[in-house]
């Protein structure tokens, strides 16, 4: 996981309900969240308990602040074992691969893996929270890329925000037809764009333009 240049974040305002969803997902606890995962075999996305696979045309608002890493262990085909934490609190909350726990003995491709993921809003009325993570090298890889950008455009005073569409493509390794995700950023917006947005003050399209929000005005004081 190559997260350690994220800078810290202090404007969340509008990341509060993200943060929660992922640290109670990391504790354990409950939350009004769509999890995504995706498959390097069959190079399909899914969402939630029912495996529905979401629409190609959806895209997805990323959140920074709810950038996440972690580990997960497979055994049987089965994850055995999951610590998870924002890469904002590595600090306090993260867990080293020396303690791990020993889910063994594990067959080849076994073990415990590197997790890496983040929150993103879909921007239909519902605007639902999805939770995608991933653990394989390859999509891995992908998802680091995106944050990598997103820490230089955040360090460099840029908007900051993606609005990904969800793509696939196809590699071959060890003689075998395997997928990795592709993250197209459609635009980057700011914060005060997408909160904009959500309040219902810029349309989808304002968005998708990179149209910023009008600044209030204040009275002043006599």
Request: glycine content about 8%; overall charge negative.
């Amino acid at each position: 996981m190559k997260t350690e240049n994220l800078p810290a974040i202090s404007d969340q305002d509008m990341a509060q309900a993200l943060q929660h969803t992922a640290d109670d997902a990391g504790s354990g606890g409950t939350s009004d969240v769509d999890f995504m995962n995706f498959s390097g075999k069959t190079g399909k996305y899914q969402v939630g308990q029912s495996r529905i696979e979401p629409d190609p045309d959806q895209v997805y608002l990323v959140e920074p602040a709810s950038v996440l890493e972690g580990w997960i262990c497979w055994k049987a085909s089965k994850p055995v074992g999951h610590h998870e934490w924002l890469a904002t609190q590595r600090a306090q909350r993260a867990v080293p691969f020396t303690d791990l726990e020993d889910h063994g003995p594990y067959r080849d491709g076994e073990g415990w893996s590197a997790l890496i993921g983040f929150g993103m809003l879909t921007l239909d009325e519902a605007a639902k929270n999805i939770k995608f993570t991933v653990n394989s090298i390859s999509a891995s890889n992908a998802l680091g890329d995106l944050i990598r950008e997103i820490s230089q455009r955040m360090a460099a005073g840029e908007p900051y925000m993606p609005i990904i569409g969800l793509g696939v493509t196809e590699f071959t390794a060890q003689d075998q037809k395997n997928f990795k995700p592709v993250l197209e950023v459609d635009v980057w917006v700011t914060r005060a764009a997408a909160a904009a947005y959500f309040d219902g003050e810029l349309s989808e399209d304002d968005l998708l333009n990179g149209v910023e929000p009008k600044k209030k005005r204040t009275r002043r004081k006599k």
